[in-house]
Each structure stands twice: as structure tokens, then as C-alpha cells.
């Protein structure tokens, strides 16, 4: 199992500063945050594809296109049951279908998805290292954005050993679908504690490697690497302030509410 | 440019220092500490001082204090661990007392068993750089400290790859290059190899040999103790102490004491201290040439080729006509969009059996066994367990005929009490309290952990937590064990105990089944060898056609023990020092 989803390439998208890119993902969120229309949300959701085409990234997003696809159906439906604006468009028993209803669960399920899309186009374009220098020039001290940027590399470690905890577990007779949720969800202690006192021992671990390597010696190390701002930059600077004006600016128009 | 020590700003460090102390690499005095919540010290009194250019062996069972010794050298005791510290380090002259571990790290390079959690970067080239970005070297200084440093390990060419997809053994050497980029004044490698194959640890080594003949300090914390005598000097810890410290000639020439200490004594030392011999051999060589000079008959009839007779110990391997317990048939089987992992492979393994499974990493293996185990399931081909098809088995029948031991045991351990991990499985299948208890006495009587039966599992040894790990699969009484690198990051005499455990569990009438990098736990425990090499089998057979086939062994990296080898250059076989000793002694 791959422990990263960057890809090697080299696009515009893979060259841009990295605290371009960092702001780039801040951008997308802030765009999505303002609107819930599915028709407003869209454009950005095909600009997110482009971009995963070009880069290369596609692989990323098809391995989790279930995900993708059960966030916005999941999403949909539970704001449907829920969010009852308006008058219903179908009347069956104790069901009533609403267009807004609709619209709304729909419009936050692809909020989701693209947020979702977002995270994995920053993941799949943006180096580790590329990820801490960023935030550090955004004034994130350096401890705090190396942190973050190393529980990227960890995540997929514990995925990888719950899954064989769970496989251990099996070969004992344990049945995880046993019972209703709460039932399974206690059931699945018998995971959360080997991978609990696993992480516990590999962040140990870890911490003292990365200290026996001067961590924490300097407050701002120096890079091997150099990110020089370019003119490219400038540009998907620009673009990006665009985007986020554009979509403020369809949040006060109203034309981002399903409902008024 | 060299790689010779040299201080954070690039200078190379001075032969000698104006009071004298610059010769001395490391001078470590009077060193003690008790873990916070400890019961007893973990180091007692350790004191040494290592001349710039030497090597120093450090040996010990677990526990023994060697990996509280190497933090105590970089300032991780008593910085980053709570406890009572005593004692003093000086690096090169240098007082260590009251810096941070961060402040050491350009002077003492360090080097972790694990290497998942030193590698923390998404190319070699970062990896290297990083220690060095932290100590705030210039661009210009870590692209000429760059080149050397992956060229001493081998890895140059590979500065765009991602360590994940590198092999244990290349990762390791990363993690030695990305010390040396820094050129400490001595590196400390705490059991470096303790989680490699064959062809890893033998990298590894190769390296730290190569490391060791350009006259870099070093310190070398191993089990393996065949690997250590080429160092300068050798340190034996017992309790936190050292109770033997010397040339190797000196200390591995103890066989009592190291075997005390739980080390493993070099089986060629053995075998010459059974003939009567004594003395320390460094090498296959040497040992046939002071038992050439002891029994100077046995050369004039040395054959081209080994015998083919076995003598009353040979351990033959099960009869293929019994019908088989466990059977794989023609299983093929690759991960989503991966390559094939296993190709047409096929193996029986009867009532009975003691089969050693052996290649490298990413042979199969461990693939092989989830599939007997029914963890996984072949894309073609089938697995009969008592001859039924394993598919149409329930997951409680399968636990019943064939048991899976993963390799780290913390994998499945999670219960408040030993008791109760036992407990589990057979509750899982719905088993009445009596018969619950009955079958958690006689596994923890079995595996020697009935008196810890309310102890909490995670506070037990790595050998303890191995050992109940297989008692918590035993509680379902299984007629097939599969035990996956049982053995792995245990001290010799915990190998020893688990072996004996798997040995007694095997006359009882279970059918063993180990996966194994080590060479000495086949030669002599295992009765069947099947050898897996990208997928496919290539060798199924007794473990003495095994180690008599040259060119497989070849083929599969596969290096026998030193005695079996030594017992080769006689045109025998021979798989423990005991046997050969006999062999010789009939002969002359």
C-alpha cells in the first residue's frame, strides 16, 4: 500500500509555490463554504476535475470514487428527510418530496465531494516537505505545520495496521457485524486498542528519530530545496483571488441559497 | 568530498584537541538510570571510552540495558526519557550535561531498528537533507554532502524514489545516509538489522563493514553476534551492567557466558570448543584450518561432494502419502492492480508436519499463508483443508483446523488480562465457561504464562507478548499452527524458549508451519523446507537437501549457518555445531 498519494509529475500545477498551493486548498474551502446551490457548486467541481486530469491525478480520485459517490447520495438523502422547505413536489405516506429538499441535500453533498476533491488534488500535487514549507511562509510555525504535514505519512500506516488488527481478530471467531451499531461500534475496541498502543509506540518511536536528527534545533530550518516565487505563481494567485471574490460575490447575490 | 567527522559548521574535526581528548570518540562514564516507574535500574555503572576509529560491539539479551546505553549517547536518556539519570558523555572532548538531543545530533549519528519511523520524507534526497536542513546547513554544503553520503551506502541514483518503495535493507541504508550526510563523530546503529531478511541484514552489514574500514567510529548494538567479531572491541551487557568487555577473541570465546546472558555464541567457536579445539574463529576459513590442524587426517579424505548418508540425527521429511492436513492447489493470486504474488503454486502439509517456509520479502510467503488461513482468497486454484474446500468452510471451521500467529504479536492483543486474551477466541465460538477455563490453563501452562495470568499483556516482554499471542490461537485447539516470523525481534534465549514451545506443540501432534529468515531456527528445528521466490515454489524438500543444494541456496539469497557451511567444506552436512562435532570425531 502506497503510504502517499503524491504523483510525480511535472505539470504547472506541480511547480506552483507552495504556499500557492496551500492557499489554493484554503481557496476551495472558502468557495464552497459560501454557496449550497448545486448549479453555483458545479464549475468549481469541474475545474477540480480538469485539474486531477491534467496532473495526472485521476488514479487518486477513481480509487475513491466510492467514497466520492456515497457522500453526495448518503448526503442527499438525510437532507432530504430532514430539511423540509416549501411545498412538496410528490406527497406519498409519511414521505414528502420536496425540489428545495432536494437541491439543498444535493448542494451539500457536493460541497463534500469537493472538498473532499480539493484534499486529494492538494495530496496527490504537493510534496510533504512542499506542505510544511508552505505553511511555515504563511507565518505557521515550523513544529506545528511539520506536524501536520507528517500525519499525512501516518494516516495510511495506521489504516494499513488496523486492517491487519481486524484481520487477527477475525481468525479468533470475532464477528464485527454482530449486533446493531452501537454493539458493533463496541465491538470494534478490540481494533482501536492495538492500533492505539501501536501509534502510541511508533509516535515514540518517531519522535526520538526525529529528534536524534536535529528537530527542533533551529525554529526555521533551512531547505535543501529552493521555491522561488515566479510569475506562474502570481497568475494562479490572481486566479485564485478571483475565485474566492466570484463565489463571495454569488453568496451576496443570493444566487448560492436554494432558498431564499 | 570525505565523509570525516566534522562540527555543525563544516569543519573537519582535529586528530588532537589541546588536552589530549580528541583521539577519544566517546568517553562515557559511570552511566545509571532507572525508567520513571521502573522497579529496577535499567544501567548500572556502564563506563567505556572509545578511541576515534574503532568499532565497539555491544551484545545482550533484551533488556540487558544495550538500547538505554546507545540513548544515553545522544542525550534521548535523560532528555526525552523520565527517569533518574546519572553519570556523564562527552563526544569528542565534549561535555554532553545540559544539552538537548537536538544539539547532539550533528556529532552522534543514531540509527533505529525501526526504519518505518526514521524515514520521513517522499524522496532519498529529502531524506538525507533533512537532518541537515535542521542544523541550519547552507544549500551549497548539503548538495556536496549529498552525493557522498548516498554513495557510501549504495544508493546513489536513487535520489528521486520514494523510500516506501524501497526494500528494509535500502531503507536502512538510507537512514545510515542520512547520518553520514551529517559526518557525526561516531554513529550508534541500535540493532539495525533486527527486522530485515537475509538479503537486508546482509546489505547492512556489508556496510558496516565498509564503514568500519574507512575508520568511522562506530557503535554496533546486534544479536547477531557472527557479525560483531570484526570489531575492535566487544562490550557483554547483563541486568544494565557489563560483565565482559574485550577483543571478540576474548568474550566470544565465553560459551557459557554469553549463552547465560542470552546471546547466541558463534556456532563456530562452539563447534571448536566441542572438538576439544577451543579458541575464536573469525571466519569459515579459519575455523577449517585450526580443526585441519587438531585432526590433520580429515583433510586427506575430504570429498568433492557431501555425503549423502544421514547420520541418526537426520529428520526426514514427512511422508508426501499421508493425506495432507492443509492443500494448496495451483493458487494464483495478485492485490488490486498489483503484480502476481503467488503463480500456480501448490503445497501439502500433512498431520504432523514441521515445515519451514523461507524466501525473500515479497516472495509470497506471508500471501501463502492468509490464504491457507482463509484471510484471502485465490483469484485461481483452491485450498482444501482436510480435504474440504476451504471456500465452503464457516470462519469458526477453519479456526479450528488451521491457526495464523501474525508477526507482531501486539497486533491482536487487547484485553486487560492475559487470562482474558486467551479467553476470547473460545468465547468467540460460544464454548461454556468450564470448557473457556479449562483451555486457558492448559495453553498458559503450555506457553509458561499460567502464572501471569492477571498480569495486564502489554507490560510483558516482546517474548512473553509472542508466546501468548500463540496461546490465544492454541485456545482454539488447532491441528495446524502457521507462525509467522515467530521469532523476530526476540533475544536469543527468548528464540530458544519459543522454538521450544513450537517443538513441543509439534510432538503433541500439531502440524507447525514457520516463516522464517533464520537460517539456524531451519537447520535445527525444521524437518521440511519449501522455498517461495516470486510466487513460485522452488524447493520443497528435507532441510537437509535443502542446505546441500548450493545453487538454490544461491538462487534464493539464502546464507546457512556458518557451521553448516563449515561442515560443507569437510563434504558433509551438518546442521548444528553438535552434529558436526560428532561427525568429526567419528571420522578421526
Known amino acids: 500500500m502506497p503510504l502517499y498519494r503524491y504523483i510525480e509529475r511535472d505539470t504547472f500545477v506541480h511547480r506552483m509555490h507552495p504556499t ?19 448549479l453555483a457548486l458545479l464549475p468549481l467541481g469541474f475545474l477540480l476535475l480538469f485539474i486531477a486530469v491534467i496532473t495526472g491525478s485521476s488514479g487518486n480520485f477513481y480509487a475513491l470514487r466510492w467514497l466520492f459517490i456515497i457522500l453526495i447520495t448518503s448526503t442527499t438523502l438525510m437532507w432530504m428527510a430532514t430539511y423540509r422547505p416549501g411545498p412538496a413536489m410528490v406527497h406519498m405516506p409519511k414521505v414528502n418530496i420536496r425540489k428545495a429538499s432536494i437541491l439543498f441535500g444535493l448542494g451539500k453533498g457536493i460541497k463534500l465531494a469537493e472538498l473532499l476533491a480539493a484534499s486529494v488534488l492538494f495530496i496527490s500535487t504537493t510534496k510533504v516537505e512542499e506542505f510544511t514549507i508552505g505553511l511555515a511562509k504563511l507565518r505557521v510555525p515550523y513544529r506545528v505545520g511539520f506536524a501536520v504535514s507528517l500525519s499525512f505519512r501516518l494516516a495510511p500506516l495506521f489504516v494499513d495496521s488496523a486492517l491487519t488488527i481486524v484481520d487477527a481478530q477475525r ?75 466570484g463565489y463571495f460575490l454569488i453568496y451576496w447575490t443570493g444566487y448560492g441559497a436554494v432558498v431564499a | 568530498m570525505k565523509l570525516e567527522p566534522q562540527d555543525s559548521a563544516g569543519n573537519t574535526v582535529a586528530a588532537a584537541d589541546t588536552d589530549g581528548t580528541a583521539e577519544c570518540a566517546v568517553e562515557a562514564i559511570d552511566l545509571g538510570f532507572t525508567y520513571q516507574d521502573g522497579t529496577k535500574a535499567a544501567l548500572r555503572a556502564v563506563g567505556f571510552r572509545q578511541a576515534r576509529g574503532e568499532m565497539i560491539g555491544v551484545m545482550g539479551a533484551s533488556g540487558a540495558g544495550k538500547s538505554t546505553l546507545a540513548k544515553c549517547l545522544n542525550r534521548i536518556i535523560p532528555e526525552f526519557e523520565g527517569g533518574e539519570f546519572r553519570g556523564a558523555v562527552a563526544i569528542g572532548g ?17 540509527v533505529f531498528q525501526d526504519f518505518e519511523a526514521q524515514l520521513f520524507s517522499t524522496n532519498v534526497a529529502h531524506e538525507v537533507a533533512f537532518a541537515m536542513e535542521q542544523i541550519g546547513m547552507d544549500r551549497a554544503t548539503m548538495n556536496a554532502r549529498m552525493t557522498p553520503a548516498l554513495e557510501a551506502v549504495g544508493l546513489a541514483g536513487f535520489e528521486h524514489r520514494d523510500p516506501t518503495s524501497l ?26 538489522t533486527t527486522d530485515l531478511d537475509p538479503e537486508g541484514k546482509a546489505e547492512v552489514f556489508a556496510l558496516i563493514r565498509s564503514l568500519r574500514e574507512r575508520g568511522l567510529s562506530l557503535i554496533v548494538i546486534e544479536h547477531e553476534t557472527e557479525e560483531l567479531r570484526r570489531a575492535d572491541r566487544v562490550i557483554l551487557m547483563r541486568e544494565g551492567a557489563v560483565i565482559a568487555e574485550g577483543p571478540p577473541a576474548a568474550v566470544m570465546t565465553q560459551l557459557d557466558l554469553l549463552e547465560a546472558s542470552g546471546v547466541h555464541p558463534p556456532s563456530l567457536n562452539r563447534a571448536l570448543a566441542m572438538l576439544g579445539i577451543g579458541g575464536h574463529a573469525e571466519s ?15 583433510e586427506s579424505r575430504v570429498p568433492s561432494a557431501p555425503e549423502s548418508e544421514n547420520p541418526a540425527v537426520d529428520r526426514v521429511a514427512t511422508q508426501t502419502q499421508v493425506p495432507p492436513l492443509a492443500a494448496v492447489e495451483d493458487v494464483s493470486f495478485n492485490y488490486t492492480a498489483g503484480p502476481r504474488v503467488l503463480d500456480s503454486i501448490s503445497l501439502a502439509i500433512a498431520p504432523g508436519d514441521f515445515l519451514a517456509i523461507v524466501g525473500q520479502n515479497g516472495s509470497g510467503k506471508t500471501t501463502l499463508a492468509k490464504h491457507i488461513v482463509g484471510l484471502l482468497k485465490p483469484l485461481a486454484g483452491r485450498v482444501l483443508l482436510e480435504g474440504r474446500d476451504r471456500a465452503t468452510l464457516r470462519a469458526a471451521e477453519t479456526a479450528r483446523e488451521a491457526a495464523y500467529v501474525f508477526q507482531n504479536p501486539d497486533h491482536q492483543i487487547f484485553a486487560a488480562t492475559v487470562w482474558d486474551e486467551v479467553a476470547f477466541g473460545p468465547r468467540n465460538f460460544k464454548l461454556d465457561a468450564g470448557e473457556v477455563d479449562r483451555r486457558c490453563i492448559e495453553v498458559l501452562d503450555a506457553v509458561g504464562l499460567l502464572a501471569e495470568r492477571e498480569s495486564d499483556p502489554f507490560l510483558l516482554s516482546k517474548g512473553e507478548r509472542q508466546r501468548l499471542a500463540v496461546a490465544s ?8 499452527l502457521i507462525l509467522d516470523e515467530p521469532t523476530t525481534g526476540l533475544d536469543y534465549r527468548e528464540q ?14 500439531i502440524a507447525i508451519v514457520i516463516i522464517t529468515h533464520t537460517p539456524w531456527l531451519v537447520a535445527e528445528y525444521a524437518r521440511r523446507v519449501a522455498l517461495i521466490r516470486k510466487g513460485r515454489k522452488l524447493f520443497d524438500g528435507s532441510v537437509r537437501e535443502f542446505f546441500a543444494n548450493d545453487e538454490l541456496l544461491k538462487t534464493a539469497a539464502f546464507r546457512p549457518p556458518e557451521v553448516t557451511r563449515l561442515a560443507r567444506r569437510f563434504g558433509t552436512l551438518a546442521l548444528s555445531p553438535g552434529e558436526f562435532a560428532d561427525w568429526v570425531k567419528e571420522r578421526a
Open chain 2, 473 to 480: 490461537v492454541l485456545a482454539l485447539r488447532p491441528r495446524l
Open chain 2, 94 to 110: 565534549r561535555p554532553l550535561d545540559g544539552l538537548r538531543v537536538c544539539d547532539v545530533a550533528a556529532d552522534v549519528g543514531m
Open chain 1, 20 to 38: 500557492v498551493k496551500v492557499i489554493a486548498l484554503l481557496v476551495m474551502f472558502w468557495s464552497v463554504y459560501w454557496v449550497d446551490n448545486p
Open chain 1, 171 to 245: 481468525l479468533r471467531g470475532y464477528d464485527f457485524g454482530e449486533g446493531g451499531i452501537f454493539a458493533r461500534l463496541r465491538r470494534y475496541a478490540t481494533v482501536a486498542i492495538p492500533v492505539f498502543m501501536g501509534a502510541l509506540r511508533k509516535a515514540n518511536n518517531m519522535a526520538m528519530a526525529l529528534e536524534a536528527r536535529g528537530f527542533g534545533r533551529l525554529a526555521r530550518p533551512t531547505t535543501y530545496v529552493d521555491y522561488p516565487f515566479r510569475a506562474a505563481d502570481m497568475i494562479a494567485f490572481a486566479a485564485l483571488f478571483a475565485i474566492a471574490a
Open chain 2, 284 to 298: 569459515v576459513d579459519d575455523a577449517y584450518a585450526a580443526i585441519v590442524r587438531a585432526y590433520p587426517r580429515l
Open chain 2, 167 to 192: 526494500s528494509g535493507g535500502e531503507k536502512q541504508r538510507l537512514a545510515i545516509a542520512s547520518v553520514l550526510a551529517l559526518s557525526p563523530r561516531v554513529i550508534v546503529l541500535d540493532e539495525p
Open chain 2, 496 to 509: 530458544r524458549r519459543m522454538m521450544q514451545l513450537v517443538t513441543d506443540l509439534n510432538r503433541a501432534g
